[in-house]
């Protein structure tokens, strides 16, 4: 039986990803596999056409013709509605499976809409954090490239630089920054602040994570010494505070943020607001000159003053919000991406075809609908 996979070119503006790279096109072409591609689809991430060719993938001239027969989509952002009308989720096939990050807390007509095309979506963002799923993980993998990009924002725009430099003309302090949140984004932060020679702080409400953030030569703000080690949901993210303690960690953490350079905040809550962890008030207290990059931002931001894709300035201080931050290293972002959308699917082609097994923890942990229904919050 043969199988088609189908590679959008994305439609959202700022996108600038593939869902496949010309090598993960290889890892999943066979006999009875065969990829299409839309023309196109990598030329911003710098693949060409050529380069999927000589990979083994066709090449589709339109969305019509890419989709017509199409078994399972790989995309990056999740389908939308077009300019001209209509939407992109009424062209899929039905029965078809749709794999890309889906947004579903946020996405419930979107969900309903591919349910009655009897779509199975694959939300990437749910890809449990287990050990045999790692390499499925798309979130982990944008967020280290995420945690990277927003320490060399920092850099860019502090009026300093990082490292200690000692001249004939005198010696030049090293700059002090200090990420707050040490999941996969934060901890890529730290790490790259401390190649650059910052003295680098991490900060995270877990403080189980303080033996992580040492490892990189980083120091621990540890706020509260012998406080519950529970704070880690199961799916390994931080537990989301009550507003009174939230307040109480803010007022601890007010003169750590005041001493920075630069600020890197990275805290998340899945389907909800991200925390306010820098106030207006913290900001003012910060130096001159400082920066703070809220990676945050579109989930509404960790600092009071974020305005999301925009770079605010208040009291002295330039605080970035920027959106899709990985979008923003297509090259090595759509390589990532790739190479977890292929593992996410390889285990589920078979001899006879694709099969959607929701026996499995990892599909049931992602898959958003399945059999004309809604299984996200179901």
Same mark, same amino acid.
Request: glycine residues 10%; contains cysteine; hydrophobic residues 45%.
């Given at each position: ?9 994305? &439609? ?9 790279? %010309? ?62 009308? =209509? ?7 039905? /029965?078809?499976?749709?794999? +890309?990050? !889906? ?31 790692? &390499? !499925? ?16 924002? =920092? ?46 702080? /991490? ?27 529970? !704070? ?22 007010? &003169? ?25 008030? !913290? ?13 945050? /931002?579109?989930?509404?931001?960790? +600092? ?25 290293? %297509?090259?090595?972002? &759509? ?15 078979? %001899?006879? /075809? ?12 992602? +898959? ?11």
């Amino acid at each position: 039986m043969s199988l088609r996979i189908a590679v959008p070119k994305e &439609s959202t503006p700022g996108e600038s990803r593939v869902g496949l790279t %010309p090598d993960a096109v290889k890892r999943l072409a066979s006999d009875t596999v065969s990829v299409v591609v839309e023309t196109g689809a990598g030329e911003r991430a710098g693949f060409g056409d050529d380069a999927y060719r000589e990979a083994g993938a066709g090449i589709a001239a339109d969305p019509k013709t890419l989709l017509d027969g199409a078994d399972v989509i790989l995309k990056v952002a999740p389908p939308r509605e077009l300019e001209g009308g =209509g939407h992109e989720a009424d062209a899929l096939p039905a /029965g078809s499976l749709l794999a +890309c990050f !889906m947004r579903p807390h946020e996405n419930g007509d979107l969900l309903e809409r591919l349910a009655r095309r009897d779509v199975t979506a694959l939300a990437l963002e749910l890809v449990p954090r287990i050990t045999r799923a790692q &390499s !499925m993980d798309a979130l982990s993998s944008q967020s280290n490239l995420a945690g990277y990009k927003a320490v060399i924002i =920092g850099a860019g725009a502090l009026g300093r630089i990082f490292p200690l430099l000692m001249t004939a003309a005198g010696t030049l302090s090293p700059a002090r920054v200090l990420v707050l949140g040490a999941g996969v984004a934060g901890l890529q932060a730290i790490a790259t602040a401390k190649r650059l020679g910052a003295e680098t702080w /991490g900060y995270d409400i877990r403080s189980a994570v303080k033996e992580q953030v040492e490892s990189l030569g980083a120091r621990f703000v540890d706020l509260d010494e012998g406080a519950p080690a529970d !704070m880690e949901t199961e799916r390994g993210y931080a537990k989301e505070l009550a507003e009174a303690e939230q307040a109480r960690k803010r007022e601890l953490l007010a &003169s750590h943020v005041a001493k920075a350079d630069v600020v890197v905040t990275t805290a998340l809550v899945p389907g909800r607001r991200a925390p306010i962890l820098i106030t207006e008030d !913290m900001v003012r207290r910060m130096k001159r000159g400082s920066v703070v990059v809220d990676l945050a /931002g579109e989930s509404g931001g960790n +600092c009071e003053l974020s305005e999301p894709g925009e770079v605010a300035h208040a009291h002295g201080v330039k605080i970035h919000a920027p959106l899709n931050v990985p979008a923003t290293l %297509p090259t090595h972002a &759509s390589q990532l991406l790739a190479r977890n959308l292929s593992a996410l699917l390889k285990p589920m082609i078979g %001899p006879d /075809g694709l099969t959607i097994d929701l026996d499995d923890e990892v599909v049931a942990g992602c +898959c958003v609908t399945h059999g004309g229904q809604v299984l996200y919050g179901a």
